[in-house]
């Protein structure tokens, strides 16, 4: 054993240590930052600087992540068939990296056209080309995590670390707008802001790829053709309802996040709240991670996933109530609150997938984490996307003025994000409940199948 592998595996079967794991989790921080950056403040970015009507920008969001998506199970197609000295998914951290950051930059560049026409196609073409890079390498980094982590714990607990390290990475996408209003506002305020974040995104992909490592014994041909696989994949129960209840929680998120700070702008005309809210809500789901894996070594995953989904519903509710007249250490409880909830929603379905995979192995004989993890994060922007495209047609239809109108907000625009903030969010957080229930992949369940493929893999 050399060097570089004796500080992350401890035993015969390798598996990664606590710093291992802290170093592989910044690829998915890295990830995080630009969808939640994205997620946060491109609607009104697109609205209010760039002058795009609302409906357009949501067409922007939904055009880039659909291209996005339909390319992630092609990404992960391609990383099962790869056959490189480097492995199936680490030579992609190095291809991915420098074209990732470049293109977050270019998001929030200064718009080089005056007709909507032409902005419209400028930032779509530049959200397609960050999604295209994105892919490049989340891709493969997701599909790695079920080689490196092969237990029903271990993939707990990695996907702990790394549900901590994009919550950093929210917190870090939730400091743009502040750190665009230091660097002057305004159009050059985004596009600083835009190039040093840029930065940040590119530099870890260098470490994580120096943390992972991949299982000589999981490479192996896949025979399997893409459109038979992917008839396997729709016919498999347990991913369809993994992929239910994720989507549909995805969903809420996305669409929360776009209308968050209009939500304090417009409805609460408390602009200046949003960023320590931010910071409190996260802040609080970042110390239940912690609690929620104790509570996951003694449940089943879909048990942990429903409990917390049912808490986060019941806070969507409640943000429904909120006033312009209530104190701020009741909105920051209420945010605290739906934290706990929302530190579930993406530790517990990705530690699933593995298992999930594990299933695919026993029926088909091959590893195709690829194909499933593409799959998976391809449901994810298509339904976030139609999430966020929806909260603008609906900003449209109700008479929404951007920040350069000089027309006051009619009472219709300010009730629709209020309600698109609150029972939006909580009725996607109702159906992922009722898809959850179908998920029937149990822990002992899982346990049976571990203990065939090994059988197999010894045979």
């Not at 910044?26 to 409906?55: C, E």
């Not at 029903?152 to 996408?173: F, H, I, K, P, Q």
């Not at 996933?305 to 409880?333: K, N, Y």
Request: proline share 5%; with cysteine; hydrophobic share 50%.
């Amino acid at each position: 054993m050399d060097r570089r592998e004796s500080w992350r595996v401890k035993s015969p079967e390798p598996r990664l240590t606590p710093a291992a794991k802290a170093v592989y989790s910044l690829g998915d921080h890295t990830v995080n930052v630009a969808l939640s950056a994205t997620a946060f403040f491109y609607l009104i970015f697109l609205t209010d600087q760039v002058g795009l009507r609302p409906a357009l920008a949501g067409l922007v969001v939904w055009i880039a992540r659909a291209v996005d998506a339909v390319t992630d199970p092609l990404m992960g197609r391609l990383s099962d068939l790869t056959r490189w000295r480097g492995g199936r998914r680490r030579p992609y951290f190095l291809i991915g990296a420098l074209p990732f950051g470049l293109c977050f930059a270019l998001l929030w560049a200064a718009p080089p056209f005056a007709s909507q026409a032409g902005r419209f196609a400028f930032y779509t073409g530049s959200y397609v080309l960050l999604s295209l890079a994105m892919t490049v390498l989340a891709v493969p980094y997701l599909a790695l995590i079920p080689e490196m982590a092969t237990s029903y714990d271990e993939r707990s607990s990695v996907n702990t670390w790394r549900g901590a390290a994009a919550v950093l990475g929210t917190l870090l996408a939730a400091s743009m707008k502040p750190l665009a209003d230091a660097l002057g506002g305004g159009a050059s305020g985004w596009a600083g802001a835009g190039a040093l974040l840029g930065v940040w995104l590119a530099l870890p992909w260098l470490a994580v790829h120096r943390a992972s490592f991949e299982r000589p014994e999981f490479r192996r041909e896949v025979k399997v053709g893409f459109l038979e696989g992917a008839r396997l994949l729709v016919a498999h129960r347990a991913y369809r309802s993994l992929s239910g209840l994720y989507v549909l929680s995805r969903i809420s998120y996305d669409l929360i996040s776009a209308m968050f700070l209009l939500y304090f702008k417009v409805y609460l005309l408390r602009e200046a709240d949003f960023f320590p809210t931010m910071a409190l809500f996260l802040g609080v789901a970042l110390l239940s991670l912690p609690a929620w894996l104790r509570v996951s070594r003694h449940f089943d995953k879909r048990s942990v996933f429903l409990a917390g989904a049912s808490w986060w519903l019941a806070s969507q509710l409640l943000i429904f109530a909120v006033g312009p007249d209530w104190p701020r250490w009741a909105i920051f409880a209420v945010a605290g609150l739906a934290a706990v909830g929302f530190a579930i929603l993406d530790m517990i379905p990705w530690s699933m997938i593995g298992d999930v995979v594990d299933e695919d192995e026993l029926r088909t004989g091959e590893r195709r984490e690829g194909i499933y993890l593409g799959s998976f994060t391809f449901l994810r922007k298509l339904g976030g996307s139609a999430g966020v495209f929806l909260a603008g047609v609906v900003l449209d239809l109700c008479g929404y003025q951007g920040e350069r109108s000089p027309q006051e907000q009619s009472e219709l625009a300010v009730t629709s994000i209020r309600v698109l903030t609150s029972f939006g969010p909580a009725f996607f957080l109702a159906l992922a409940i009722a898809a959850g229930r179908g998920y029937e992949l149990s822990r002992a369940r899982h346990a049976e199948i571990r203990a065939e493929l090994m059988a197999r893999r010894a045979g």
